[in-house]
C-alpha cells in the first residue's frame, strides 16, 4: 500500500533559520512522483515541486531545495533563510501515474510551519 | 489560464438543506478531483473523474453525498441532506495526464469552498 509520513506536526523558527520538513513515503511502485505543496493560511493548496522517481538529482529553487533519497525513501524539503511568509502548512504527496497508476495523490498528513520575526 | 475555479468560496446553510459546490476545471485537463479538508482527517480524496466519467467514488463518505460532470468544463459535488459533520473546506483540482506538457501529471488546486453546516 502506498503511505506517505510526515513526523513533523509543527515547527516553530525564527526568521532567517534554515528548516527542513522531512518526508518519507512507501510505495511498492518503481516509478512514481513525489510532490510538495504548501496551503499558506489563505488556504489555497499551491503546488511547489514535482519530482520523478527515477532522477534522484537535488534540485534548488531560490531559498527552496529538495533532497530525494530513493534508499531511504525520503524526499525532504529544506527552507533556506527562511521568512515570515514561508508561514504555511506544507504537504508531501505521492503518486503512481508513471506506473499507470490513475494519477491519484496520496497525501501525507502535513507539517505546520510557523516563521516567528 | 485562469486556473481551477470553485464558486462558491464560503457557504453556510442549516442542517438538512441541499448543497451544491461547482468547479470549472483547467481548460484540456482530462481528470478532476474532489478532495474534503478537516483537522481530524486531513485531505480525503472523495472522488475523480476521467473525461468526465467516474472513476473511482470509494472515498464518498456517504449516499448523501454525489458528484457529477456533465462536460468538460464543469463539476458538482452535491450533499443532501446536509448535516453538521460535513463542515470542511471541499477541493476542486484538474491535471492533464496526455502528451508531452511539463504540467504533466500535476494537479492544480481550486481555491477551496468553505462549508459551514450549522
Known amino acids: 500500500a502506498q503511505k506517505v509520513t510526515q513526523a513533523q506536526t509543527e515547527i516553530s523558527v525564527v526568521e532567517k533559520e534554515d528548516v527542513t520538513l522531512d518526508c518519507v513515503y512507501e510505495t511498492r511502485d518503481t516509478t512514481y512522483y513525489l510532490f510538495w505543496y504548501k496551503q499558506p493560511p489563505s488556504g489555497e493548496l499551491v503546488f511547489l515541486i514535482r519530482?520523478?522517481?527515477?532522477?534522484?538529482q537535488n534540485e534548488i529553487s531560490g531559498r527552496y531545495s529538495w533532497n530525494f533519497q530513493k534508499s531511504t525513501s525520503s524526499f525532504n524539503f529544506t527552507i533556506t533563510a527562511s521568512q515570515v511568509v514561508d508561514s504555511a502548512v506544507y504537504f508531501c504527496a505521492l503518486s503512481d501515474a508513471i506506473s499507470g497508476g490513475d494519477n491519484k495523490l496520496i497525501f501525507g498528513a502535513g507539517t505546520r510551519l510557523a516563521v516567528h520575526p | 489560464d485562469a486556473g481551477v475555479i470553485q464558486s462558491p468560496r464560503h457557504e453556510v446553510t442549516e442542517m438538512g438543506q441541499e448543497v451544491t459546490l461547482r468547479c470549472k476545471p483547467i481548460?484540456?485537463?482530462?481528470?478532476l478531483f474532489w478532495y474534503r479538508q478537516t483537522m481530524m482527517r486531513g485531505l480525503e480524496l472523495l472522488i475523480y473523474?476521467?473525461?468526465?466519467?467516474?472513476?473511482?467514488d470509494s472515498g464518498m463518505p456517504e449516499d448523501r453525498f454525489s458528484a457529477k460532470m456533465p462536460n468538460a468544463s464543469f463539476s458538482t459535488l452535491k450533499i443532501q441532506p446536509s448535516e453538521p459533520r460535513d463542515s470542511a473546506v471541499y477541493f476542486c483540482?484538474?491535471?492533464?495526464?496526455?502528451?508531452?506538457?511539463?504540467?504533466?501529471?500535476?494537479?492544480?488546486f481550486g481555491a477551496g469552498t468553505r462549508l459551514s453546516v450549522l
Open positions: 519530482r520523478n522517481s527515477f532522477d534522484e
Open positions: 473523474f476521467n473525461n468526465n466519467v467516474p472513476i473511482d
Open positions: 483540482a484538474s491535471s492533464l495526464t496526455s502528451g508531452i506538457s511539463r504540467s504533466k501529471n500535476i494537479q492544480y
Open positions: 481548460s484540456g485537463h482530462d481528470y
